[in-house]
């Protein structure tokens, strides 16, 4: 996406070149030399000064497009350590030889091992409704 988000400079020459030769075109050059060397300039100007404006705005939004990139890569690097982490609390609560309820603020349980319902003799069926 790096690659995509990079002003295509060429694009502007490219832009430049195609503009004058319209203007020096048959069709387009009596049109061309009919107008005042001063509107001609200012017409010239123009063009440049629109392209100097159109080049600092590719360059803000595929600078806004890197930073959001960044912000993503970021993001799912974080979410894949939550999950990590989560997973191995997950494993640690399983493998505990006691039987473990965990509970939250509002006192509802959010998880257990099998060793709970087995201490406490309560059904996986019971257990899956704790929440309804």
């Not at 806004?64 to 979410?79: A, G, S, Y």
């Not at 006691?98 to 996986?124: C, E, P, R």
Request: glycine content about 4%; aromatic content about 10%.
């Amino acid at each position: 996406m790096k690659d995509a988000c990079k002003f295509p400079y060429h694009s502007i020459a490219k832009f430049l070149e195609n503009c004058w030769e319209l203007l020096t075109s048959a069709p387009v050059m009596p049109l061309w030399r009919a107008l005042k060397k001063d509107v001609r300039t200012k017409l010239l100007t123009g063009i440049v000064v629109f392209l100097i404006l159109l080049t600092w705005v590719w360059k803000s939004v595929s600078g806004f497009l890197n930073r959001l990139q960044e912000d993503e890569r970021r993001f799912v690097e974080l979410f894949d350590t939550l999950n990590q982490h989560k997973e191995l609390l997950r494993a640690s609560i399983e493998s505990s030889p006691d039987g473990v309820l965990v509970v939250n603020n509002q006192g509802k349980a959010t998880h257990y091992n099998s060793n709970f319902t087995i201490m406490w003799n309560i059904s996986q069926e019971l257990m899956s409704k704790r929440d309804r």
